[in-house]
Nanobody, 127 residues
């Protein structure tokens, strides 16, 4: 089982930037997709970005394309989410997740397909 620990959240004004980190351990060769999700109060958890292990293809939800970048540092066992031009609607708890199934297709953004989750880190963007 993969263990995931997020950090880097905080409060920022609109237009600002944050970089989230997710340290992982227990990684195995069967992990094929890692992703960032977010959940605002009263809303369903939504996929923000995903990265395919080995292939390094990336996937983004439309609302963050051009503003967010997902990346992974194998040497540091860390997944990142660089968030620029933040908007108040980006306010949410952000989680990293991992799964065996590949990222391809629409399923990368569906939280039901992920088994391993971190505890989350809060991002608050003020206008």
């Amino acid at each position: 089982q993969v263990q995931l620990v997020e950090s880097g959240g905080g409060s920022v004004q609109a237009g600002g930037s944050l970089r989230l980190s997710c340290g992982y351990s227990g990684y195995t060769s069967s992990t094929n997709c890692m992703a960032w999700f977010r959940q605002a109060p009263g809303k369903e958890r939504e996929g923000v970005a995903a990265i395919a292990i080995g292939v390094f293809s990336t996937y983004y939800t439309d609302s963050v394309k051009g503003r967010f970048t997902i990346s992974r540092d194998n040497a540091k066992n860390t997944l990142y989410l660089q968030m620029n031009s933040l908007k108040p609607e980006d306010t949410a708890m952000y989680y990293c997740a991992a799964r065996v199934a590949p990222c391809s297709g629409a399923s990368w953004g569906r939280h039901q397909w992920y088994k391993d989750w971190g505890q989350g880190t809060q991002v608050t963007v003020s206008s």
